[in-house]
C-alpha cells in the first residue's frame, strides 16, 4: 500500500498572515516631517483688523514676481550673495543712517511673491532672511550661528535657554510674509 504524503494544513495560515499583517501595522512608526518652523498668524474672524501705521524707513522690502525675478528696496537685483549683510545692517541700524531703521524692535523684513514664484526660490530668501537673524543673534550671544541654532532646538537645556535668551534679548524675528500677489500684478 502506498503511503499518503503528508500535508501542511493551509487554513490556519491565512489566519496567522492577517495578524503579522495587523503586528507590523500596528508597530510600525512612521517619520513625521516637520516642515517650517513658521508661527501662523491667527485666524482672521478671531483678530479684529488693526490699523498699523508703520514707518517706511522701518520695512526692508523684497519682492519677487512669478519668474523669480527679485526687487529689494525697489532696486532689481539678481546678486543675492551680499543680502545677509544688508539685512543686518538695515536691522542693526538704530537710527544712525536716516534712510534706514530706527531700531531692531522697529525693524521688518517684508518678504513678498507672486502666485508663480517657484517654491525652491521662496525658501532660499526666506533662509537667507532668517540666516540673518540668527547672525545677529548668535553674534549677540557671542556662539557662532550653529551653536545658537543648536540651543535654539533644546531649550529645556538651562545652558541653551541662557544662550537663546541673551541672543534674543532686544531684537524680535520681525519677518512679514505677505499673501502672495497675482501672478504680475496686485
Known sequence: MARETPSIPNSS?????????????????????????IALPPPPELKPPEDIKIQERNMFKIQINSS??????GEPRE????????????????????????SPEKAIVSFKTDRGTSHKRFIELLDIIQGAYYDIYAEQAGVTNAKFRDAASDLSIPENKAIYNKGRAGIPLNISIADPSKVGGN
Open 13 to 37: 495560515m491565512a489566519d496567522i498572515a492577517f495578524l503579522l499583517l495587523t503586528f507590523f501595522l500596528v508597530t510600525t512608526t512612521m517619520p513625521n516631517n516637520r516642515g517650517l518652523s
Open 79 to 102: 546678486d543675492i550673495s551680499s543680502l545677509k549683510d544688508d539685512i543686518k545692517v538695515f536691522v542693526l541700524n538704530n537710527g544712525r543712517n536716516p534712510a534706514s531703521s530706527d
Open 68 to 73: 523669480d525675478a527679485l526687487l529689494i528696496e
